[in-house]
């Protein structure tokens, strides 16, 4: 899934070719396969496939206030509402994105910008839905809107790679020059999609490179109209494309949620990831 991650790119443009049955086979194939897998948090989620028609049953075409185009289908799903799951959201539900990306499709990372009760009326008052994602084929040409969003988002852009990723005992970013696996591994976090392009997640690395810690540098007020942890969703998309990165190098590590020694001022601890012990 690296060469997805490369290749990922938010699509707010759709074509206007409807999905052939074959289409949507494979991409109901696709979340089907995620039924039952947990997340880091031990949360596991049921994905739903959803065509984008007022002609399809009961089904409801589906708001997107015209900030996305020609939307064919859409996936989705609903998550308890506490930060651990919802960052099993984030995890799981970008690995079915990278995996569409895989097949070819588009697709966009959605927070916000959809009207919820069209997605699902009734949830229980301990759930929500944290996203959902159009898939399709982008157009030719990308709107005037899909283009206003990711040029006020920055959204070719990256925060500085020094300032996501730094050594845990000192104050030093992290160097370029290190073994170019683990760099690569960073630069893999560091191309992840989030909210508004805000790359809340911060890495902090052992000397050795043995252990790797995960945080959150919130955005101060972000989010708060939407009523849900929607960076927790951020934190999940970095833990997949880290996971991603070790798997890509056969690099075998542990989740470990540590209780003590981990906790910083200003920075929320998420998880570390420990070298196993080999014989
Ligand atoms: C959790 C999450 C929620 C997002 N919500 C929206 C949204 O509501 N509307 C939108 O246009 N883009 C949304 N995006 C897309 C981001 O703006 C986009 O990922 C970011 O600008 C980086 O661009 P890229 O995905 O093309 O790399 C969301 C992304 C994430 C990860």
Redesign the pocket.
Known sequence: MRKAILE???T?TFGKEVLSKKQIDEIKAVIDKYKGIKGPFGNSFEFTFNLNSNNEGKKQKIGFYG??KNVPAYIGGVSLDTRNSIIDF?YLFEKVILELTTLGYDT??????FRRSTYRKKLAPNEVIP?ICPVGHRADQRSFLDKR??SA?Q?HKRLPFGTLFQYFDEEKELEETTDSRFIDIMHLIQRG?????KQPWRFFVAEKHDVIYAYLERTEGYGIALGYD?QA??AG?ALAHLEIGLENYDFKFDREEETKGVFFDGLEYIMTYKRAITE
């Open positions: 990922r790119v938010s707010r900030m996305i984030g966009c990372w959605l927070g916000g910008s996203a969003i990711r988002a959204s999609p989030s909210a508004s392009n929607i969703l951020d998309i």
